[in-house]
């Protein structure tokens, strides 16, 4: 069973679109991490949500605690988003989704 | 700097030949785990430590053990490495829910 679900799994967008990656849970947390992974790189924290709306540069991190669900929207995308971003929640421990793979091609 | 150290980075080993893993952090962080990361599979977890000689199984744990003596050092013991093991691995600390740092990660493969 998977705690923390991601979607799309793979995605592809030319530069300058507007990308949302979608995470839904079915546990109690008390708080939600959207992580960076470049290829062959490590692994980075991009946000730290608990409610609402956070926003750096062009990366913007929303979730509705109610609905047990969260996106994160890349405005105007470049190619050097390009890496694999992956949910995390914490719960009595921490669960990741499987990632979604993202290329944004010039 | 705040960081989570993991070595090594890169290691070929043979079946059965037994290799540790260390992890360091220096932010007294209470909470650390290890995770291997497969295509297609995600992270998943190893084990995982609520603080110095505290640790529990995660997801993943046949054929790895941890100990936790000290806040800062959570190492990583494969007994006897099979090529199942090869994989990417990574260390993880936090503070409470809110501060998730990762180690660069170690590449393992097993022969």
């Known amino acids: 069973k998977n705690e923390v679900e991601q979607s799309p799994q793979n995605l592809t967008a030319q530069e300058g679109e507007f990308i949302t990656i979608n995470c839904s849970y079915s546990?109690?947390?008390?708080?939600l991490h959207w992580l960076q992974q470049h290829p062959g790189g490590g692994i980075v924290s991009l946000f730290m949500?608990?409610?609402g709306k956070k926003k750096h540069g062009r990366l913007i991190a929303t979730i509705n605690i109610q609905e047990k669900h969260s996106s994160l929207h890349i405005t105007a995308s470049h190619p050097r988003d390009s890496a694999v971003y992956i949910c995390?929640?914490?719960?009595?421990?921490?669960?990741f989704g499987t990632g979604t793979s993202l290329t944004v091609i010039p | 700097e705040a960081q989570v150290t993991q070595n090594p980075r890169y290691l070929i080993t043979v079946t059965g030949k037994k290799l540790t893993v260390t992890c360091s952090q220096n932010m007294n962080h209470e909470y650390m785990s290890w995770y291997r990361q497969d295509p297609g599979l995600g992270l998943r977890q190893i084990y995982y430590s609520m603080n110095v000689e505290v640790t529990d199984k995660g997801d993943v744990p046949e054929g790895y053990k941890v100990s936790r003596k000290e806040k800062r050092n959570f190492p990583l013991i494969l007994e006897s490495p099979s090529p199942n093991q090869t994989s990417l691995y990574f260390c993880?600390?936090?503070?409470?829910?809110?501060?998730?740092?990762f180690g660069a990660g170690s590449r393992l493969t097993v022969l």
């Open positions: 993880a600390s936090s503070f409470g829910a809110n501060v998730l740092t």
């Open positions: 995390a929640v914490a719960g009595n421990q921490f669960y």
């Open positions: 949500l608990s409610s």
């Open positions: 546990v109690g947390i008390s708080a």
